[in-house]
């Protein structure tokens, strides 16, 4: 069972075969479906998707059989990505066990690869297996289901500390470039930037909260690549509610690294009162849904 079904509202399924009553419930009342033909494996894949709630729902994928029922791979529950679009040189690789995809990217504003389990992936095979020519576009729509999560005040900064950190970072961001690109120059500024940073950070914990010193993180946590813990701020909260549960998710809009994500969370499990402007910090399972082109040419 995917753990995440629990981020929209289902924290009562416990065992199989609740989770493939469900599943034959999306089947049947499906909203809309991605159908596609791969000759060269004689078969039909589809793709299904169904909205439990405003933002959110489950997609199942499997084969598509003669009498038109759908022997299921696999599914998993989505929330939709933020309105504004990521622009990221990614790559999309494919789970060796199952016809399942990921984005990969290297992006600056995080620091670390950034994996993200795609959501369209029904477009995606669609466009591989299609007569007419597709291609990714560099667009990605992030969004992030989280199991529980805790809501921390805001750092107060006036306009000139503001706009001191956005000088800051544009810079850092194209030192970064640069040390990719094997600058030594950027390389050994980055070391020095690193190690003051260490100074700074090491004689303020000595009496104040790491939380009130560090303003936003993005980390890898766990085993599975495209699991993340974060710290960011919330800049737009929406109430939602699973139709069938009725439970109430929170869907918030966070900057986090200089990335926007929508993360749908249970309301019963955020400790404390979302706000825009305080931070989200929370274990995180990202998600993507990226841009693909008919080619015009």
């Not at 007419?132 to 921390?152: M, Q």
């Not at 849904?289 to 015009?296: C, G, H, R, T």
């Amino acid at each position: 069972m995917n753990v995440f079904i629990k981020s929209i509202g289902f924290e009562h399924i416990k065992n199989k075969k609740e989770t493939d009553e469900l599943i034959q419930w999306v089947i049947e009342n499906q909203d809309k479906k991605t159908v596609i033909p791969v000759p060269i494996a004689d078969t039909t894949y589809v793709q299904v998707w169904k909205k439990l709630g405003e933002g959110f729902g489950l997609s199942v994928i499997g084969e598509l059989k003669e009498d038109k029922t759908v022997n299921v791979e696999y599914y998993f529950p989505y929330v939709e990505g933020a309105n504004e679009a990521e622009n990221l040189d990614f790559q999309v690789e494919k789970h060796f066990s199952k016809e399942a995809y990921s984005g990969v990217c290297e992006t600056v504003n995080v620091g670390v690869s950034l994996i993200f389990y795609l959501q369209n992936i029904g477009d995606l095979i669609y466009g591989d297996y299609s007569k007419e020519y597709y291609v990714l576009g560099n667009k990605v729509h992030l969004g992030a289901l989280a199991s529980n999560g805790s809501i921390l005040l805001e750092l107060k900064k006036d306009e000139e500390q503001v706009r001191r950190e956005e000088v800051s970072n544009r810079k850092r961001n194209q030192l970064l470039q640069a040390a990719r690109e094997g600058d030594m120059k950027a390389i050994e500024s980055l070391t020095l930037d690193d190690m003051d940073t260490y100074t700074q950070i090491t004689q303020r914990a000595k009496s104040e909260d790491i939380l009130s010193i560090v303003d936003t993180y993005f980390m890898p946590y766990g085993i599975e690549s495209d699991q993340y813990e974060i710290l960011g701020t919330i800049y737009d909260i929406k109430e939602s509610e699973n139709f069938l549960t009725k439970e109430k998710i929170y869907l918030l809009s966070v900057l986090c690294n200089q990335i926007h994500i929508q993360v749908a969370i249970p309301k019963k499990h955020l400790m404390g009162e979302p706000k825009n402007g305080r931070r989200l910090k929370a274990k995180i399972w990202l998600q993507g849904q990226v841009e693909i082109l008919k080619w015009k040419g």
